[in-house]
């Protein structure tokens, strides 16, 4: 059975970092294009990045360039997100998603993800 559990959310303060594991089980790793995305309440789920099956091309949000790090360890049948200088506005539930098959251009469109994690929350607040 295919599965992909995150873990690593929590609360932090603005400024403060965490790091997000997606795990993933059943699957050919190296074969799948992982993506990060977040849901806010009363928003819509938004992508925030993304990685190549082998790692080796990423590409974020425009809101998270520069403080977010993708990173794809195939050994492990991990992705992390690493988190810098958080915001608040980046409180949402983060969910890891995946497909098979290279990373695409509009990557951050949530048709064509095959697998989904049940999310992790991660609250930004003072």
């Known amino acids: 059975q295919l599965q992909l559990e995150e873990s690593g959310g929590g609360l932090v303060q603005p400024g403060g970092s965490l790091r997000l594991s997606c795990a993933a089980s059943?699957?050919?790793?190296?074969?799948?294009?992982v993506g990060w995305f977040r849901q806010a309440p009363g928003k819509e789920r938004e992508g925030v990045s993304i990685?190549?099956?082998?790692?080796?091309?990423?590409d974020y949000a425009e809101s998270v360039k520069g403080r977010f790090t993708i990173s794809k360890d195939n050994a492990k049948n991990t992705v992390y997100l690493q988190m810098n200088s958080l915001k608040p506005e980046d409180t949402a539930i983060y969910y890891c998603?995946?497909?098979?098959?290279?990373?695409?251009?509009?990557?951050?469109?949530?048709?064509?993800?095959?697998?989904w994690g049940q999310g992790t929350q991660v609250t930004v607040s003072s």
């Open positions: 998603a995946a497909y098979r098959g290279p990373m695409r251009h509009q990557w951050d469109s949530l048709d064509g993800y095959e697998y």
């Open positions: 059943g699957f050919t790793w190296e074969m799948y294009a």
């Open positions: 990685v190549s099956p082998s790692g080796g091309s990423t």
